[in-house]
């Protein structure tokens, strides 16, 4: 199971960030596979499942799950007119074109397109069915070494991510694997912001990884220059590969990516408190982010620095992508249009000409409610509360000199960066990140809510 676990966390990024039909089944059957293997252990192992305290946070999906099954079930046309009106208003439309004759029992689904809910359906299970065998896995040997190993995996990809990414670009061959003409670092990702998504959750994970090790030496020295002598080649090298990583995140040119990562170091720089005296910032942070971007400055930020004064026309754009699918949002407020179903009902609603086919409302958040309606949204935002105040409850209370609070801290971080951006993008309907999102948020409960006690890590 984790020879599978690491080869999907390498191989998500890397097939274009599974964008394409067949990378996202492989994913899939990844999946599958882990949780037959996680079914066979727990039938000879006869182990009862490890988490009890998250039973109402997992009735909440099985509850999303549900409304979207829900959304694919054919209903008769009375029913439909009361659960979405405006559903069966275009329905009644579009029926009054076909003679009489052959309408016989008019019945339809408040999903437009319930084919293509199938399919998002089918990606939301798979994701809760990897969420939970993330929860529940109990592995062989050494829990936390198996831990690390996964950690160290995420971290050696997301700096292959970068420092691809920038050979590449600035090489001048611009290409991504076989396909060419990339503008900016973007890895193996598809556009830069699906990129820069990923780097997001990436880079603070390995913050924490890194200050999990430095907290083990806290209590043998007096002063950081002390503790930064100490430092091990190991720890040397993490925190190399964080400043490449950052590197590749700023020449991504993402903008909302910057800005989220400048956001996610001032949240590290104050919740990584000094572990000698649990107080005070992190000056390492700092000092991190500091020679990246003196590394950066150095290559040249031209062309980054010039995409901000750019910023006005895509907001403009973004705005109106915005305000057409809140007419969405308002014509369709239970139940929504169907899950993936906005890419079909945008051309109704877009104000605006483009060539282009507009596939998502360059807002994770607000595309949701347009799919799923305040149902399904409010559905979400109370999980998400619900998880949110577990995590930070179980970080609380794990002593500052204890190497998981970093770690917990860090995955969570990475799991706010990457809301933040898709407030302004897409990033949750990009498989691999969707599936390193779904990864970070078990890996923070179960570091930290469910083994409030965890031992710290001793050697390497």
């Not at 694997?177 to 670092?185: E, M, T």
């Not at 249009?337 to 051309?347: A, D």
Request: aromatic content about 16%; some cysteine; overall charge positive.
């Amino acid at each position: 199971m984790k020879f599978i676990l690491i080869l999907l966390f390498i191989f998500t990024p890397i097939a274009f960030g599974s964008m394409e039909i067949w990378a996202f089944s492989l994913m899939e059957l990844g999946i599958l596979l882990l949780i037959i293997l996680w079914t066979i252990q727990n039938l000879v192992r006869s182990s009862e499942l490890e988490v009890r305290s998250l039973k109402f946070e997992i009735l909440m999906i099985w509850l999303f799950l549900i409304l979207v099954f829900f959304q694919m079930i054919p209903f008769p046309a009375g029913v439909a007119k009361v659960l979405s009106p405006k559903t069966y208003e275009i329905r009644q439309s579009l029926a009054n074109a076909i003679p009489q004759s052959a309408i016989h029992n008019p019945q339809f689904p408040i999903s437009f397109v319930p084919f293509i809910t199938k399919i998002e359906f089918y990606k939301w299970l798979t994701l809760t069915a990897f969420f939970l065998f993330s929860l529940h896995w109990k592995y062989f040997g050494d829990e936390f070494r198996i831990t690390r190993q996964l950690i160290i995996v995420i971290f050696i990809t997301g700096v292959f991510e970068s420092l691809y990414g920038m050979f590449e670009f600035l090489s001048g061959h611009q290409h991504i694997l076989y396909l060419g003409g990339i503008s900016a670092v973007t890895g193996t990702f598809i556009n830069r912001n699906y990129f820069a998504g990923y780097l997001l959750m990436v880079i603070p994970l390995s913050m924490g990884f890194f200050f999990s090790r430095e907290a083990l030496h806290a209590r043998r020295f007096e002063g950081w220059q002390q503790r930064l002598s100490s430092l091990d080649g190991k720890t040397l090298l993490i925190g190399f590969g964080i400043i490449v990583m950052i590197l590749g995140l700023l020449f991504s040119a993402s903008r909302m990516g910057i800005l989220s990562l400048l956001l996610s170091f001032t949240l590290i720089s104050i919740l990584f408190k000094t572990p000698q005296r649990g107080k005070g910032f992190s000056k390492t942070t700092i000092l991190i982010l500091g020679l990246a971007l003196l590394w950066a400055l150095w290559i040249g930020l031209d062309a980054v620095i010039g995409r901000f004064f750019n910023v006005s026309e895509d907001l403009r754009w973004r705005w109106t992508t915005w305000e057409d699918t809140f007419k969405v949002v308002k014509d369709f407020p239970i139940l929504g249009t169907g899950l993936g179903t906005f890419s079909q009902i945008c051309p109704t609603y877009k104000s605006f000409h483009m060539r282009r086919f507009v596939s998502h409302a360059e807002n994770d958040f607000l595309q949701l409610a347009s799919e799923v309606g305040l149902t399904g949204v409010g559905i979400l935002f109370i999980l998400f509360i619900f998880l949110f105040v577990r995590a930070i409850s179980g970080i609380r209370s794990m002593s500052i000199t204890d190497s998981g609070r970093y770690i917990g801290i860090g995955g969570l971080v990475g799991i706010l960066a990457l809301m933040f951006h898709s407030m302004v993008e897409r990033n949750l309907q990009v498989p691999a990140n969707a599936f390193l999102f779904t990864f970070l948020w078990a890996f923070v409960l179960k570091t930290s809510t469910l083994r409030p006690g965890a031992k710290v890590i001793r050697g390497d």
